[in-house]
């Protein structure tokens, strides 16, 4: 991830939790007490998000100390020990629900994808995320995608094209519209196009595009769509795929199954830090 | 909510999004492309954020039309028609993901939190969130919570005094704790104290703290609580409270329920813009 | 206070004084210059505000050294050392500006608040600041007042509620308005509701506020207010009482006196910075 | 002014006081409630920032109506009309301590720097502010000043050279200090020097100078340094000059005064607001 | 290009040249004088720009009438009128040197792209620019080489694999490198390998490359290069490529031309604003 | 340079190179890899930079190391090192195009600054730049100036007062200009007016302006106006003067000339980063 965004939006975080101040732990807590404390998972899942917990207590006290034990990426089982931090019991406790809330989110939606990554598992397929990112944050969700073992998506309209729908209503066609997007967009881009019948994918493969987007198809049409294609292009299946469709979806032989549930609809992973106070 | 802070909010969201542009639309879609489109529920739920989606479309394009059919703290049916929205397609195609982010989002915290007044409404308890929101987007969700028919819990760590158990720890009891707050805080702040255990409420009484938390207690120990505060303050019940266990909770008196699964694991409500393309 | 906003307020402040460089020491003081100085108040008075002196050097040069000799909350007499600074010249001199502007400020809102408390000492009134402060600026004043011995009323419009005059015509009379506004806030809100004449206090009583205040009142009405609502909730005094009329409006048995003098007229207290320089 | 830096300082003053949103006029105040007030000087002064305050009703609402009755620059006394401001109730009450509590500010710098300038009126010398202001706001302070009748120092280290007793320190000298500012300001820069004794004149006029600062110099002392300097270059008074001193120093001869009290220590005019809603 | 950032970027400039204000326009132009004027190209070039020079005039004062005479990506000869420019005299006077000078950069990378672009005509080759642009900037600069008639090589680091012989040093080769990468992008990321000898083509193909970069190698080296990869995959040349050298690059039969040169050492564009005032 | 502007300027274009992650380092290398490497100039020039280009590297990585060989405003031969760095190698590689884009912008500006010193070092004139700078980035453009060996003209709008044709058309000429201006500007601040034609001059004079631009004259003219105004103002040439100009408008007494193309048409300086890891 990039450090310097990340220091911004920690920083956003945290003027958005102590506003004015701390009121409870100004008025309580002096000037040399020390706070150490663990992070413990309170449920099973996949950790994603420490690096960004050690610096909302780091960007309040460089000298907090924040050490990993599960790292990201790791599996951990309840009741299993995440991270310790020792420090000043100001900037602890401070720190403590900003660390908390991106680390749970975060952790949230790496556990879902680890869950959809092992349902695909058996196939070639592979788990992609979608643009449905909770606003402002997509970077930290993309990253905890990565965590849970899959792959991100486009990480927004600049990076790379994709034709949908509405596009192909203005342009008047597949072969119109691709031949307008490679007129703007250099050797670097990729260019998918989204197409919700069979009858779209021979044009779309004369046209040349490098993807092809199948969009909320059923079974039996996807398996269809891709024995057309005959790994000519890259094959995605999209639409409303939850994890409990990931492994049927994935059987068809798609080669990428986008879902927007890993980051839309992810539950937080149930994680508390237990401060001892000196 | 603060329009300064909404609109920088939803800038920041489109910079995201569109970076140097959208290849996409920039190849394909002309000036003077018209789109005209609607906002459909594909699930039954409570809708919340319309104006941060118009804002979304606004911020690109100020000549864009944006007509809210379902308002803000409805309850939509799926299928139902929820906003629409006209004007030069390029904004309108740009504008679509994150005004739909920011509206699933927060349609979804209103809905589970619908649920959960629903479920307390027989009860005199009052459903409130928490401080366990999505780091920088916290206004957004508690107005959310409130378009759910709940109230806000304190905002941040700067407008009430929540005093918990690691501030007793430091403190060395009740007692101290809110005596120390009180020298720091004006007439304007509320004063509440975290109990887990029955034998602290005595003395949280007799500090004249103005609420009184029971922290993870089961359903007998917070009747017992509720016996024990006899209505002399506000009897607040928290951790881990989800819609499911809000009756059986309510239903022992408590005043108040605070349920961080409200803006923690609400899944987003599934809204999709149909447009058309001139 | 908070000290991702401190460290943001002193940035923008540095950068307001220093703008593209100082071109006086740019020209004059070579890299290995040190200076070494000593912060002198001029004037009798109470300090507020070294911390934030100490960060205006520190984010120019995080080498500089900063001592503080009087803290905050300090009582100093004219000629009186209060801090002292060593460190590389050309950041001593490019910061020295902006850290007695910030100190100056606070410092006398600190001194004209610790006078208006004690005026009020012998009796039970306790003196509050208002929001009729220096825009943008509010949290370094409202420590101030802290620093000075006062309490601070609400810090903005989003933290209590405060129900006014203008807001009594909207709503058609106390009674709906304090309905109004527990319908849309939490419980740890506090609602305190202004009035102007006697005849309003028994429906403010009625309606059930935590504080009531009175606008503008001669001794004598305040008195029989104060005699009215008996001690039921708390009596707020406010309307232009400057320090010298503190100990009359405190003897009517207000619990608090409000004061905009303290942060809109304070005259900034005299300190210099006397350097060294090798 | 600069319109850009100017609606960035007025959102962050709104958001400062909006925070999350407005408690009580959110609760209260309908969509479709207009308001009508006018602001009025409860004591005599000079007027001066109502194209800020006008600002600070449009950032909230675009069609809020402000009319200004008393411009930037004119003396009003008490009981008179400044300003009117009509439109939706919301804005209008969310803006109006923004709005009141720049207006009061500047005009109170307007208004004493008025006095001071009469009492120079007989005399040669022009009144200047000082680098002893507010914090992030020196650009509306300056201009308060100038509606007040006097002229601005410079606006920062960037823009003119003062060569003060420390940097003379480290150059050994005023003739070293000029030669060195000389390498490195361009032909548009002016170039002054602080003088604490009359023996430093002969070597500031020698090194070329465009102005000389006497440096809390006392009466008689001043007018030897005007009568050794005979109108070669500039000279300005500095240091603790009140607006009860300013006569006698503008009589010794001096072309500039410069008064640190304009900016630091000018009383809030009070303005106030009296609304109409409808 | 994204409205959203282009404004943040138009206003930062504005508020760099005109700082606290416009000291000579203040001055002399009253708030009703009226100013209009024509842009005239005073060399002859390929515009770029008059949408950003609009907006700096629009920022100023949404009133100012900007027509665009000479659309973006159009060839003007000396002498001709580019834009026109009609409105308060003061907002234009502000705006004039930012309009211009972000013109004048745009134009003039349009212009030696377009020269660079006539240049490869006869080939198959597309010019490309790279990341040698202005730090901040490169949004515009990259627009407007598309103004030129070029493409876009990858935007950033983020939206495209250039692995370069530092990633292969470190990563032990070719394969290796690739492999790492496939691991961590998804299936919307195409991934180039820059190469110095003939020698790693081999290895770049079997790795399964979308692109390969042929770095500063000379003339015969490239068409071997060429010849060996026989269309396989993308070939790019780079390497300082001036627009005297791109035909005989071109001629190699490479896909792809990068040319620092576009970005890095445009000479501006010569514009000029002629007004005329009332 | 002001340290806290430029840390945000670097910060903005790191930002922007980095976007959401260096898609290629962080695929392939690792955390404790270690880079080491020289910066050389690829060609003779002057240099400007160091300080920003090492910014760029601490500010992703405070422990990497940065070692400047030839120091701002150095001259360098082609082949001569300029800096090293070391450091872990995911930053250094990050940080690379960045530092460079800085510094061989300002090296190139630095370069071509002192070609055209060179060249007036045999008169007394004084080369100084204008405000045709790449907006945003003036600040590093001027000061790479000054490391050219030239002077800075004024800053922007509001450092000193530059009278144009325009706002003499608005006056009705030069006396009723400077009138207007004097009373608006204080005693530190520069009037200079334009002038086209000989016959100005003397109103100009009378006027008491401390400067006179002699906009696009021939050089018989500029000659003229020199002898005319014989010593009395600083006389400044301007206009499309080029480094093969200067001598001849240096010969013909001008105290200063200002160079549009300084800054507008500057070739970048070849810098080359040769990085060796381990």
């Not at 602890?92 to 975060?106: I, K, S, T, Y």
């Not at 987007?213 to 639409?239: C, F, W, Y």
Request: glycine residues 8%.
């Amino acid at each position: 991830m990039n450090p310097i965004w990340l220091a911004d939006v920690v920083r956003r975080a945290l003027n958005e939790d102590i506003g004015y101040g701390d009121l409870t732990t100004e008025a309580i807590v002096s000037a040399n007490s020390q706070a150490s404390g663990t992070i413990i998972a309170k449920e099973a899942g996949r950790i994603a998000g420490s690096e960004v917990a050690a610096l909302a207590f780091h960007l309040l006290d460089p000298s907090v100390n924040f050490t990993i034990i599960a790292a990201d990426g790791t599996d951990v089982q309840a009741g299993q020990q995440v991270a310790q931090v020792n420090g000043s019991a100001g900037p602890v406790l401070m720190g403590e629900r900003v660390a908390l809330n991106f680390m749970q989110n975060m952790s949230g939606i790496a556990t879902i994808t680890a869950q959809a990554v092992r349902e695909a598992a058996p196939y070639k397929a592979r788990i992609v995320d979608t643009r449905k990112t909770t606003p402002t944050l997509r970077p930290l969700e993309k990253y905890a995608v990565r965590m849970g073992g899959a792959l991100n998506h486009r990480y927004g309209l600049d990076d790379a094209v994709l034709i949908k729908e509405n596009h192909l209503a203005v342009a008047g066609g597949i072969t119109q519209a691709v031949s307008l997007v490679r007129r703007r967009v250099g050797h670097m881009v990729k260019v998918e196009v989204e197409v919700e019948h069979l009858e779209q994918i021979p044009e779309a493969l004369a046209a040349g595009v490098d993807a092809i987007l199948l969009d909320n198809m059923d079974i039996p049409t996807m398996r269809q769509a891709v024995a057309k294609i005959a790994g000519r292009i890259i094959v995605e299946a999209s639409g409303n795929i939850t994890v409990d469709r990931v492994a049927e979806v994935a059987a068809t032989g798609v080669d990428i199954i986008s879902m927007g549930q890993l980051t839309r609809s992810a539950p937080a992973l149930d994680l508390s830090l237990r401060l001892c106070l000196q």
